[in-house]
Each structure stands twice: as C-alpha cells, then as structure tokens.
C-alpha cells in the first residue's frame, strides 16, 4: 500500500508565509502526478496546483504568484511553498499523487489526510 502523509499546517498572519510537506512511502515504483488541492469550511475542494513526475506545473488562477509546488523524487516529497497568505487561503489542504506501485502496470491515486492551514486576519 502506499501513505501520503502532509505536515506544516497551522496558524499564520496574513500576508505571512507557511510551507506545506507531503510525504509519499510504500510500494512506490513511481510516482507521476502530485498535486495539492484545499477545501474550506462550506465550499466545494479545489485544486491548487499539480506538479508532474517532469517538473512541470500548473497553478489555480487564485494562487498564481503566491504559491510555488515543487518536489523532490528522490525522497517521494512534494513541498507546497506559500507566500503573501490571504485568509481566504484559510482551508483543509490535502495532497494527491498518481502512484505506480510495485508490481502493478496501472497507476493508482492516493490521498493524504490533510492539513489545516488558518490566515488570521
């Protein structure tokens, strides 16, 4: 099987910073696709951004210039860095990888359980 696990959620001040983890272990062959989404209290989850197994990314209109995705494959780490926080940015953020595990041809997706973040205004 394979966890994703984030940590770094907590309290902040807006227009202050925080950077979000998310740890994938198991039987990883590979992983393609991470991605963060958020959801908050009363509003559909939504995507933030997505990182692919390349390094390319892709950003949510709302988080543009704010937030940065990156990764580092040789630890199954994904980081989610960000900056200039709003408290509308104020949401349960959860982790998302396409998994290609250990013996299996097909990928999976798998979540994490996510991690509170809360801008104060």
């Known amino acids: 099987q394979v966890q994703l696990v984030e940590s770094g959620g907590g309290l902040v001040q807006a227009g202050g910073s925080m950077r979000l983890s998310c740890a994938a272990s198991?039987?990883?062959?590979?992983?393609?696709?991470m991605s963060w989404y958020r959801q908050a209290p009363g509003k559909e989850r939504e995507l933030v951004a997505t990182i692919a197994g390349s390094g390319s990314t892709n950003y949510a209109e709302f988080v543009k210039g704010r937030f940065t995705i990156s990764r580092d494959n040789g630890k199954n780490t994904m980081y989610l860095q960000m900056n200039s926080l709003k408290p509308e940015d104020t949401a349960v953020y959860s982790c998302?990888?396409?998994?290609?595990?250990?013996?299996?041809?097909?990928?999976?997706?798998?979540w994490g359980q996510g991690t509170q973040v809360t801008v104060s205004s």
């Open positions: 998302e990888a396409d998994v290609l595990r250990l013996g299996w041809v097909t990928p999976l997706r798998f």
């Open positions: 198991g039987s990883i062959r590979r992983i393609n696709d």
